[in-house]
């Protein structure tokens, strides 16, 4: 049997170990190996990602039904109406510059590009002109994607003027058309949806042509 004084010592020396700044070190490390407050953070981080996520594609998709309604609406002369729409869009464009973050449908980029169709539709029904990419503040692939699907636009306008006889505006149309042609064909664009775009207005150009020469030949009756 250990004698008392032998007990004691032992007891004075675990208190002591586990007292001691070593011990205490060795199993705060040994708790700490997986930090699960830093993974508190990280889920409190993506989930707040995932909302702002969401905000872009739903202010992406407001603003691409908008854009739509501006073109409907400037198809059919209703410039009041367009008007109104744009502004609105204005507003939702603000909103999705802010939140400024990617997503995996690169909704974000259509969405600029139905509003630099829709605005320069616009623009170009009322004022005969088309606003500048710096007036929209988009990038130069959004603008000029946007741009490519304008010239759809301006075929159906097109159209509809020579059915109201107004061969004048369509004539017009078809002098945009060819200068926006032009243009692209000094970007030398690489191989990419932009390039893909593009093709859209020569295609668009040929059909404006074939329009007007049908117009020359028939006479403007």
């Known amino acids: ?8 010592s032992f007891y004075t020396k675990l208190v002591f170990m586990l ?16 930090n699960k407050k830093e993974f508190g953070k990280i889920r409190q981080e993506m989930h707040n990602i ?24 400037a198809q059919r002369n209703d410039l009041k109406e367009a008007e109104s729409a744009i ?9 999705l510059r802010k939140v400024n973050i990617n997503t995996d449908t690169n909704i974000n ?10 605005v320069a539709f616009y623009e170009f029904v009322k004022n005969k002109r088309v606003p500048t990419r710096t007036s929209l503040n988009v990038s ?19 159209i509809y003027d020579v059915i109201h006889k107004k061969f004048d505006e369509a004539e017009k149309i078809k002098e945009l058309v060819h200068d926006i042609y032009g243009e692209f064909l000094k970007l030398h664009l690489r191989n990419g949806e932009l390039r893909k775009k ?11 042509e074939e329009v007007m020469y049908d117009i020359s030949m028939k006479g403007r009756h």
């Open 140 to 158: 130069a692939e959004d603008y000029l994607a946007g741009l490519c699907d304008l010239t759809g636009e301006l075929v159906r306008k097109a």
């Open 87 to 95: 502004k609105t869009i204005k507003d939702k464009v603000k909103k």
């Open 1 to 8: 049997m250990p004698k008392p004084e032998l007990k004691a």
């Open 109 to 118: 980029s259509v969405a600029f590009q139905e509003y630099v169709e829709a």
């Open 198 to 208: 593009s093709d859209s207005i020569k295609w668009n150009l040929k059909k404006l």
């Open 50 to 73: 995932d909302l702002k996520r969401e905000e872009v594609i739903q202010t992406s998709r407001e603003i691409i039904s908008l854009s739509k309604q501006v073109i409907y609406a």
């Open 19 to 34: 007292t001691s700044k070593t011990f205490i070190n060795i199993i705060i490390n040994f708790l700490d190996m997986l």
